[in-house]
């Protein structure tokens, strides 16, 4: 049973480039979280979805940041433009959210920008 | 808005002791409390969970309890081995927006 998958792994850019994440969450699992993590401050929600819509983007932290999920199995965290500052590991996580709430994470994506 | 804090930070336990960790939490709405286990590059992981309405939950070394009245809820891990080595979250929620604790570094000395 495939988990959440997570691509790329590793991205490495220069500031002001587009960077687009992308996530495929466990099929059948109607909820879909975008995380960042970072040293400083730790595990942060950034947006979530329930089946496919946008429920809570209050973590966003800019304009900069955006989020979508056109499809059940498809979704991606677009940073345009990047910013040193966006270096960290985001990481991705699915739930159904009709069961135990728990909540099933991806292997991340950890995003340098120099 | 809830507010996670998690003790130790780091903590380091002979291989066959036992380790605890401890959080608190601030919204008494809260009622889902789940532990993450984190290693190296790679994404948290689901150890054990607990709700509001259980005082304790076990699953073989590994137990979680909760008081409610004091909000906290603690991770205990008995007969600990190398593989335990990580970083471990707390995290509480009332439905599906998670706050996770900063997290605690556990290492199990050989």
Redo the contacts between chains.
């Keep these: 049973d495939a988990g959440?998958i997570q691509s790329p792994r590793h991205e490495v850019t220069e500031m002001g480039q587009e960077v687009t994440l992308r996530c495929k969450p466990i099929s059948g699992h109607d909820?879909l979280?975008w995380y960042r993590q970072t040293m400083m401050r730790?595990?942060e929600?950034l947006i979530?979805f329930?089946n496919n819509v946008p429920?809570?983007d209050s973590g966003m932290p800019e304009d900069r940041f955006s989020a979508k999920m056109p499809n059940a199995s498809f979704s991606t965290l677009k940073i345009q433009p990047s910013e040193p500052r966006d270096s960290a590991v985001y990481?991705c996580?699915s739930?159904r959210?009709l069961a135990?709430?728990?909540?099933?994470?991806?292997?991340?994506t950890r995003l340098t920008v120099l | 808005g809830e507010n996670v804090e998690q003790h130790p930070s780091t903590l380091s336990v002979q291989e066959g002791d036992s380790a605890v960790i401890k959080c608190t939490y601030s919204d008494s709405a809260s009622n889902y409390f789940p532990w993450y286990k984190q290693e190296l590059g790679k994404g948290p992981q689901l150890i054990i969970d607990i709700r509001s309405n259980v005082g304790e939950k076990k699953d073989q070394r590994i137990a979680v309890t909760l008081n409610k009245t004091a909000k906290h809820f603690s991770l205990h891990i008995t007969e600990t081995q190398p593989e335990d080595s990580a970083v471990y979250f707390c995290a509480a929620s009332k439905g599906q927006n998670f706050v996770f604790g900063p997290g605690t570094r556990l290492s199990v000395l050989p």
């Design positions: 959440v909820y979280f730790g595990l929600l979530y329930n429920i809570d990481f996580a739930s959210g135990r709430n728990t909540q099933y994470f991806g292997p991340g």
